[in-house]
């Protein structure tokens, strides 16, 4: 093995939603942390508001147990630390790009991650969408920037009901094996009661095992996490 491939990284998940770093990569998160990385997640988006008519009628505990269910994920899956904010529900196209950008500008100054897992571009959820181009932009490979690897990951429920309509389709082109950690993914999205869903929505237990079976079998392990590389710079 390349001593290179054994330094220590730290890592950094930027996520829409509370559940999304769950669906998108916990397994690999976990694993992460197991092998000895710095793991930090981002979460943007406050993840419940879109349900009601309007956002100023949604129920305050529910968010208060949202954002606490994300403290026991985030422990759960190894991260140091967790990073909460409340961009408006399925509306962060309401948002100017801009001022997402800068949050994220601010997490990667702040943290100077070599990986970054996040979004797909060609998803159906809006926040998802902007959520990507906002990360491309913030970490343009200019000189000292520090990311030097972006990742994409899938949303079942999402990215998968876009029916590759939008542009560009998920084409998953790395593999990583969870299979020592898929009871964590698990685990972590039972945390989430007002989230998980039971088969056979795509945020059952079963499916999101089926899912990571599905990888595994494509690339000769059990269970594994599908990402599409955006660039890594070596």
């Not at 309007?54 to 991260?79: F, I, N, Y």
Request: charged residues 25%; hydrophobic residues 40%.
């Amino acid at each position: 093995m390349n001593p290179r491939n054994k330094a220590k990284k730290t890592i950094l998940a930027i996520a829409a939603h509370p559940d999304d770093e769950v669906l998108g990569c916990g397994g690999t998160l976990a694993r992460s942390y197991r092998e000895g990385h710095t793991v930090y997640i981002a979460i943007l988006g406050e993840g419940i508001t879109s349900r009601y008519p309007q956002r100023e009628q949604a129920d305050s505990s529910l968010l208060t147990t949202l954002r606490a269910d994300c403290h026991k994920v985030a422990d759960l899956l190894g991260a140091t630390e967790l990073f909460q904010y409340a961009l408006p529900d399925n509306r962060f196209d309401s948002v100017p790009l801009l001022d997402i950008i800068k949050i994220v500008e601010e997490l990667k100054e702040r943290l100077r991650p070599d990986v970054i897992y996040t979004h797909h571009g060609g998803d159906l959820n809006i926040d998802h969408v902007v959520l990507h181009r906002a990360v491309l932009t913030a970490t343009r490979p200019i000189r000292g920037e520090s990311v030097k690897e972006i990742l994409t990951f899938e949303i079942p429920s999402s990215t998968e009901w876009a029916f590759q309509q939008f542009s560009p389709a998920f084409r998953p082109n790395v593999f990583v094996d969870i299979l020592d950690t898929l009871v964590k993914k698990i685990q972590g999205m039972l945390l989430y009661d007002s989230e998980a869903r039971p088969f056979p929505h795509p945020r059952s237990v079963e499916t999101l095992t089926a899912i990571a079976k599905k990888w595994g079998s494509m690339v000769g392990c059990q269970a594994a996490e599908a990402f599409e590389l955006v660039r890594s710079i070596r």
